[in-house]
């Protein structure tokens, strides 16, 4: 393709599972893609060649126009339980290109989104509009930043071709990185529509790509469900301590990895409400902030469900197996949180009454329509006068118990300051900020807001003058914020 192929180093092992799981799909060709976002930290982690991937061979790869050497174009296939209910899925506007792998072994999926139709595109146009993709690469490069587990983004370019939906809106292909697209709605297919024989395959598959120090487990299927259930848990309570609102955990979302994956209709909470929902087609509240936890459980039950033949020969016997570790789930995840609201607290040990002070505040902020991240925000930087709890005699008392809890612990006032600032961001994607920007992008074709978006969320615990203005929240709305799947 190129002299040096950009430093692409492709490895196809997905699509060495049976021809079940997969279909081949070539991306379909657009007439005039141009770059618009790159993210040269992440290439130059994943080894590729920086200067070649910013010249037309490089955009032309990002635009599906052009395969690189090795790549073997594949749309996955999967089901899934949609707002509960179940239905046969795939891959219906992604290609995955293939497994880059690092110069350190490690195997990351290389994909397409938004490069037209497939074999599982049911009707759809398998294209992608400007504003979704540049959404997810915001959030996404922002939870990243967040430390929080995720797929990343490599590049948005735009195809020169319209997409209509309601209205005619400008094409795009987003080039999404992620350690694997294995998701829960993978393993319902093979449950559904697979053999055993298949089934397992496709455990292995997971076992030996995310989870290898089990290999030789002899209860390796049991011990994968558990690795699962804990990571899929601790995902789900990192979200909940920046409030971040995934807003469609449909099982084909929910990744076997424990990253966050499809950035459809998410959003950052702005004030602190438990029944905060962001997306226009969750008109029940299914996927609520407050449902989060719950709603993961549930899609691990379904997980379970499709290993049961695995887990042991007699049903019954692996039945209670996997209820046993599925009752784990509350236990890592409140572990999980509780540890993340001690430091974003600025506590350094335990103490037994720290559930209640944690609740407690969470219970004022409600009270009083507090902001979420500027609530610790204003805690870590030492004005809680900032703060639209301040002056309640709930806070008041609130603030002094905090205050007499901190004077109990060893450590000194600036390893509590460095504590908070390590956890509590100072900037989050505001959703004001965020429609600013792709309004700028998708109407006028201008990426300064969203170029500067990115910079600014790139370092969210660095506290500098420079992310004062990002702090800010927005004017007083009649209006619910939503958003919208982009499909």
Known sequence: MTHNNMGWNFDNSYAR???????????????????????????????????????????????????????????????????????????GRAVMLGEQIKQDGARKDIQLKGSGRTPFSRGGDGRATLGPMLREYIISEAMHALGIPTNRSLAVVTTGESVMREIELPGAVLTRVADSHLRIGTFEYAARWGTEKELRE??????????????????????????????????????????????????????????????????????????????????????????????????????????????HEKQEHAINQAKEILGEYKDFYDDHWIAGMRKKLGLLDKEEHDEVLIQDLLDIMEDTDA?????????????????????????????????????????????????MKRSNPNVIPRNHLVEEALEAAVQKGDFTLTERLIEVLSSPYAYTDKQEPYTELPEPSDRPFQTYCGT
């Open 202 to 311: 496709l455990a292995d598959y997971a076992i030996n790509r995310h989870y290898p120090d089990i290999e030789d487990n002899p209860d390796q299927y049991l011990t994968f469900f558990r690795e699962v259930v804990k990571r899929q848990a601790e995902l789900i309570a990192d979200w909940q301590l920046v409030g971040f609102i995934h807003g469609v955990m449909n099982t084909d979302n929910m990744t076997i990895s424990g990253q966050t994956i499809d950035y459809g209709p998410c959003a950052f909470m702005d004030k602190y409400d438990p029944a905060t929902v962001f997306s226009s087609i969750d008109v029940q509240g299914r996927y609520a902030y407050q449902n989060q936890p719950g709603i993961g459980q549930w899609n691990l039950a379904r997980f379970a469900e499709t290993l049961l033949p695995l887990l």
């Open 371 to 419: 902001d979420f991240t500027n609530t610790f925000r204003a805690l870590t930087l030492d004005i809680p006068e900032k703060t639209s709890m301040h002056g309640t005699e709930a806070f008041t008392d609130w603030f002094q118990s905090w205050q007499e809890r901190l004077s109990r612990q060893e450590k000194s006032k600036d390893e509590v300051h460095q504590l």
């Open 17 to 91: 599972l049976p021809e079940r799981f997969f279909e081949s799909a070539e991306p379909t060709q657009v007439s005039s893609p141009k770059k618009v976002l790159f993210n040269k930290q992440l290439a130059e982690d994943l080894g590729l060649d920086i200067d070649e991937l910013q010249t037309e061979k490089g955009t032309a790869v990002f635009a599906g126009n052009t395969l690189p050497k090795g790549a073997q174009p594949i749309a996955q296939a999967y089901a899934g339980h949609q707002f509960g209910n179940f239905t046969m899925l795939g891959d």
